[in-house]
């Protein structure tokens, strides 16, 4: 599943094409991905202007001047593509620019999703409501993280990928952020010390900064808008290497925490 970085690639690759141009054309080709598109959409966005594209979470939006937001998700298998050769069965939304530009939402599971919100009412639209801080905006704190994780039993990986704590951190970026503050992912989360948590607080928004330089990491099927294929994967110091070496002499291992892969150094993460 494209995570936050990957939807942050995506929407500054939207934004070069996208930022300021008149949607001459707006054609959904199917009624539904994960859940219905709006019936109207095309109708609303087509003449519209594109006045600013930004992220919340792993949530993608596009404003226009018509007082209406596009909020997409990627689900599994989505993503944008600008100006494809051409048009497939799993390109489900198009867009024709007014300086030309042609660009389709392609998904070939249908996981994503696409919502029409008022510019106004994007803050209290119900997915955003109960949503966390941003990892990127300086207000993750190992403080902060205290205080959040005060009495918690739960394992501390477990809490970094409830949305409603900490918005858009996915399972990827979770594992080597935890590997670069030295810290167990099974520990319970109330019990990890407030130095590793400022280390944490300090590791969760560099990774994802370097991710986000890199293009994202080209798992399966993700690419960019333009097509480049992100490269972060290369420098993975956990996730996916079973049974490589850790550079202090540890081994990486593989768990599973509810459900989903952990990858994290018994040796240096304690």
């Known amino acids: 599943m494209p995570e936050l970085p990957e939807v942050e690639t995506t929407v500054r690759g939207l934004a070069k094409v996208l930022e300021g141009r008149r949607l001459v054309s707006v054609t959904p080709r199917r009624a539904d991905l994960r859940r219905a598109i709006p019936e109207d959409l095309g109708q609303r966005l ?29 689900g599994m298998s989505g993503r944008w593509r600008i100006d494809p ?131 994202g990491s080209t798992l399966r099927d993700f690419a960019a808008p333009d097509g480049e294929l992100g490269y972060f994967s290369k420098t993975f110091d956990v996730y996916g290497r079973e049974g490589e070496p850790c550079g202090c002499g540890g081994t990486v291992q593989r768990i599973v925490q509810g459900g989903r892969s952990t990858f994290f150094c018994p040796a240096c993460q304690r």
């Open 46 to 74: 087509t003449g519209a202007r594109v006045t600013g594209l930004s992220r919340r979470a792993k949530y993608g939006l596009i404003a226009t001047d018509r007082g209406d937001t596009l909020i997409f998700h990627l």
């Open 85 to 215: 050769v051409d048009i497939g069965k799993h390109d489900h939304l198009l867009f024709e620019t007014d300086d030309g530009h042609r660009l389709s939402l392609n998904d070939p599971r249908r996981f994503g999703s696409l919502d029409l919100v008022p510019t106004d009412e994007v803050a209290m639209w119900p997915p955003f409501v109960a949503i966390g801080l941003e990892p990127l905006g300086g207000e993750v704190t190992g403080k902060w993280l205290k205080d959040k994780f005060a009495g918690r039993s739960a394992a501390v990986k477990l809490l970094l990928l409830d949305q409603r704590i900490v918005a858009g951190l996915g399972n990827i970026y979770v594992c080597e952020a935890l590997f670069r503050g030295r810290i167990d992912p099974r520990k319970a989360a109330g019990k990890v010390s407030r130095a590793k948590l400022d280390a944490l607080a300090a590791a969760i928004p560099a990774v994802l900064d370097e991710a986000i330089a890199a293009g």
